[in-house]
């Protein structure tokens, strides 16, 4: 089963500022990605083994299959179409041999633990895509398990890192690198990474300098703020929050100037503004960048 998700990414960023109670199809699953991402950014010493896969899982796919399917290996048979003509291209393993290919899988990873982390973690993404343990969700769920693999042997690539920026570009080739075709018991003993690998490390390549060029156009508190920037900082520091009454005795600047101020460093992310009218004050942010 193919997962793309139609939401553009402006829209992605809208609904996880706002949260809305009510959620399209499309929108829980950007939602359930996001909150796993961020449960797995916490999860430094935990394994990866098939408890964690059905948690990540579990996560990915909330409220969007039935109990019986959610964070539990398939229970019965399926096949993988042709999205275009509905001919089967692949017939995944039985799904009584899903536990037993998984727990194969979990302990290849633990025993070769000298093995690079890149094809480590390329391994472990196209078989786990070929066993196809769920009934949906697997790409997402390969997805979450491979970028937390790859920080756990070492390679931390961050939050900033996404293999679906590099796979979006060309959906088609990435399904047909990821993928296998045929009965998988007559395919599996002659199945060739290689090409995969290839495309994997790519990826990876191009992502990394994807987030390099986000870096360095990122404005730093050394090189944007001013000293009536730092101003506001060390008041909010000292006192907790800034009204703009407050700005007013420490300096000068017009009023509409002073809300430029503000905006500005909201825009950095380094502040937030909270109530209304004469209640406005100013708190630090959530995410404050360090330089």
């Known amino acids: ?21 009510e959620l399209r199809r499309s929108e829980r699953e950007v939602v359930n ?6 449960w797995l950014g916490d999860e430094k010493d935990a394994p990866l083994d098939s408890e964690l896969l059905l948690r990540i899982h579990a996560g ?10 959610t964070g539990r290996f398939r229970q019965e048979p399926v096949v993988i179409p042709d999205p275009r003509s509905g001919d ?3 017939l995944p393993p039985d799904h009584g041999d899903v536990p037993r290919l998984v ?11 000298s093995l690079d982390p890149l094809l480590m973690a ?6 786990l895509v070929i066993i196809h343990p769920f009934m949906d969700g697997n790409g997402r769920t390969t997805r979450l398990a491979t970028n937390y693999l790859l920080n756990g042997l070492g390679l931390r690539l961050g939050n900033l890192f996404s293999f679906e920026n590099y796979y979006n570009q060309n959906v088609s080739r990435y399904f047909r ?56 900082l060390n008041h909010i520091d000292t006192h907790g929050y800034i009204t703009d009454a407050d700005y007013a005795r420490l300096t000068e600047r017009a009023k509409a100037t002073r809300t430029l101020d503000f905006n500005y460093l909201m825009d950095l992310g380094l502040i937030v503004r909270l ?13 404050i960048e360090h330089g």
Not at 5 to 12: A, F, H, I, K, M
Not at 275 to 286: D, I, L
């Open 1 to 21: 089963m193919r997962e793309i998700n139609p939401l553009p990414l402006t829209d992605v960023k809208r609904l996880l500022k706002s949260q809305p109670a």
């Open 33 to 38: 990605y996001n909150r796993v991402l961020t």
């Open 60 to 69: 990915v796919m909330d409220g969007l299959l039935p109990p019986h399917q």
């Open 88 to 90: 089967i291209l692949f």
């Open 103 to 113: 727990g194969e899988l979990v302990d290849f990873i633990r025993g070769n633990e």
């Open 122 to 127: 390329g391994l472990c993404h196209k078989q």
């Open 177 to 232: 690198q990821v993928g296998a075709f045929g009965n998988y018991y007559d395919v599996a003993d002659k199945l060739d990474f290689t090409p995969w690998l290839e495309y994997f490390a790519e990826g990876i390549l191009d992502e990394l300098q994807r987030v390099a060029k986000t870096l360095a156009g990122r404005r730093t508190p050394e090189t944007s703020l001013k000293a009536h920037h730092l101003a506001i």
């Open 275 to 287: 109530g209304r009218g004469r209640s406005t004050h100013y708190r630090r942010g959530e995410e």
